[in-house]
């Protein structure tokens, strides 16, 4: 695919989707060819709204479109497992949103089936493609505040969200943490790897998913995550990094930040600003370049997001979810 445009097509017309094709339709090497829903009015209501030629009515035949290069699945991530598969069986390539499925038990088999087929296949992490956090993670692997210590965050809307609302939903994996919470967890991944132990306790709502939940990830080398999510309570969205050497602290949106400080003992604060060139700070463009990059090399898989790592986001998020008691309609 080299020198080629990439060709996408749009499964789901939510929020979400329409802020990822608003970014895919400001780079002229790609190409928005056609969108579904399970809705055929919403499908079209979508393609109206930004000029796609193809709206279907379902899943299947959007997967089934010769034209479409690969498929972002922007489904609630209760249905990723059913919209990615079904796009890998009929030989898309695959970018599917956060959290990337419901367990890991989901996860390895969609993984394993983007590898029998030979495709591409990447959650939608866009924090890991954003140049400020890539820059956060070459100090620390640089050795900026030694030896990592501490890892904080935080991530908490206030809500009130109603028992109707899919965050308070059972059936489309409710809850803070698949939601919210994959954000710090996946930040502390990115700069300790997966932990050897995972501790956690919740406020659980009358529908039995986590309204509030705090994290306590313990590594062999000593190092601890603290993390919080929330759909009851907003907070900072905050993250703090600590080392043996120094601090790097990052404020509010801390997955797609506008700056961050670096303290470092003995030195002055040093100020690192998010460069105008790269648009946005919540610009998805990022996360898209990545993807068409990896498909125009014959890639399977994003370095910046790999599929092991995905993995072992999920076992931890599975994790989480054991110890404070959350379970959905028919996990086994």
């Known amino acids: 695919m080299a020198g080629e445009r990439v060709r996408w097509g749009i499964l789901a017309t939510g929020g979400i989707a329409a802020s990822f094709t608003a970014d895919l339709l400001d780079l002229p090497d790609a190409e928005v060819v056609a969108v579904a829903s399970r809705s055929e009015a919403s499908a079209k209501a979508f393609a109206d709204r930004f000029g796609i030629g193809r709206a ?63 495709l591409f296949l990447m959650e939608a992490m866009w924090m890991y493609c954003n140049p400020m956090i890539r820059r956060l993670k070459a100090l620390v692997d640089d050795g900026a505040i030694g030896e990592v210590r501490t890892v904080q965050a935080d991530f908490g809307l206030a809500g009130p969200f109603p028992r109707s609302h899919r965050l308070r939903d059972p059936a489309q ?22 932990p050897a132990a995972v501790t956690a306790s919740a406020e659980l709502s009358p529908e039995g998913v986590d309204l509030q939940t705090g994290m306590l990830l313990s590594w062999e080398s000593g190092a601890r995550a603290l993390l919080h999510c929330a759909i009851n309570s907003g907070t900072g969205v905050t993250a703090s990094v600590t080392g043996s050497a120094g601090r790097i602290d990052v404020p509010g949106g801390f997955f797609h930040p506008e700056r961050f400080v670096l303290h470092r003992d003995g030195r002055e604060p040093q100020e690192f600003a998010a460069d105008p060139v790269d648009g946005p700070r919540d610009s998805y463009r990022h996360e898209a370049r990545e993807v068409m990059s990896r498909l125009r090399a014959g890639a399977t898989e994003s370095a ?29």
């Open 56 to 118: 279907y009515g379902d899943w299947a035949s959007l997967a089934a479109d010769q034209d479409v290069d690969v498929v972002y699945v922007a489904t609630p991530h209760s249905a990723h497992r059913e919209a990615a598969g079904l796009c890998l069986e009929a030989g898309r390539a695959v970018l599917c949103e956060k959290a990337f499925t419901l367990n890991v038990r989901e996860a390895e088999e969609l993984v394993a089936l983007a590898r029998e087929r030979g």
């Open 173 to 194: 994996g409710g809850g803070a943490t698949l939601d919210l919470g994959v954000y710090p967890v996946s930040f502390a991944h990115l700069l300790l790897g997966e």
């Open 304 to 332: 910046l997001v790999p599929l092991e790592g995905t993995l072992a986001v999920m076992r931890t998020l599975d994790a989480v979810r054991s110890a404070v008691g959350v379970r959905y309609p028919g996990e086994r």
